[in-house]
Antibody, heavy 123, light 111 residues
Framework: EVQLVQSGAEVKKPGESLKISCKGS????????IGWVRQMPGKGLEWMGI????????RYSPSFQGQVIISTDKSISTAYLQWSSLKASDTAIYYC????????????????WGQGTLVTVSS | QSVLTQPPSVPGAPGQRVTISCTGS?????????VHWYQQRPGTAPKLLMY???NRPSGVPDRFSGSKSGTSASLAITGLQAEDEADYYC???????????FGGGTKLTVL
């Protein structure tokens, strides 16, 4: 059974750094793209980016390019989303997602979702 | 402002049929990219409901169906049940943005 298990809720102050995680199991982590989706309070879903663990090929949404870093640690089948300097507007639930496949850069549907990590940024 | 446009809310009575629209443009749905749908119940992660325009994952009732034409897609739900009350999101690929895009979401209320 494919599972994406995310790290727990975080409360941070503006300007602090943060790295949240998503551990994949039940499938070949290295051979499948994995990514992140943001949901701000009371709002819709926004695709942030994806990464291919085998070679670290990473694609970002233009809205998030330069704002976050997506990475993986293949040795522990874990993907990460990190910020160097958080803002209050980063307050959201972040979902780890696994696309069914990516063909020539075209992302198909998000077949599997993590449970979500709530990040709260407040002074 | 989402790249894909959905109605903010859709009401329906138990047993009725409702449809939720998803309107895109020539760089996403109109370019031939598939549309997918997700259901998100309050306090839970989204769940894949429909993929490849009209394909249901295992376990999704056949009361749910999808279609696509031109620059738009639709999700239809027949025999509406209380448990269908949720937010629904469409998703596709956009060639201009070179990435995945979502609709703004539609809140389905079962009256």
């Amino acid at each position: 059974e494919v599972q994406l298990v995310q790290s727990g809720a975080e409360v941070k102050k503006p300007g602090e750094s943060l790295k949240i995680s998503c551990k994949g199991s039940g499938y070949s982590f290295t051979s499948n793209w994995i990514g992140w989706v943001r949901q701000m309070p009371g709002k819709g879903l926004e695709w942030m980016g994806i990464i291919y663990p085998a070679d670290s090929d990473t694609r970002y949404s233009p809205s998030f390019q330069g704002q976050v870093i997506i990475s993986t640690d293949k040795s522990i089948s874990t993907a990460y989303l990190q910020w160097s300097s958080l803002k209050a507007s980063d307050t959201a639930i972040y979902y780890c997602v696994r696309p069914s496949t990516v063909i020539r850069g075209i992302i198909l549907h998000f077949e599997y979702w993590g449970q979500g990590t709530l990040v709260t940024v407040s002074s | 402002q989402s790249v894909l446009t959905q109605p903010p809310s859709v009401p329906g009575a138990p047993g009725q049929r409702v449809t939720i629209s998803c309107t895109g443009s020539s760089s996403n749905i109109g370019a031939g990219y598939d549309v997918h749908w997700y259901q998100q119940r309050p306090g839970t992660a989204p769940k894949l409901l429909m993929y490849g325009n009209n394909n249901r994952p295992s376990g999704v009732p056949d009361r749910f169906s999808g279609s696509k034409s031109g620059t738009s897609a639709s999700l239809a739900i027949t025999g509406l049940q209380a448990e269908d009350e949720a937010d629904y999101y469409c998703q596709s690929y956009d060639s201009s943005l070179r990435g995945s895009v979502f609709g703004g979401g539609t809140k389905l209320t079962v009256l």
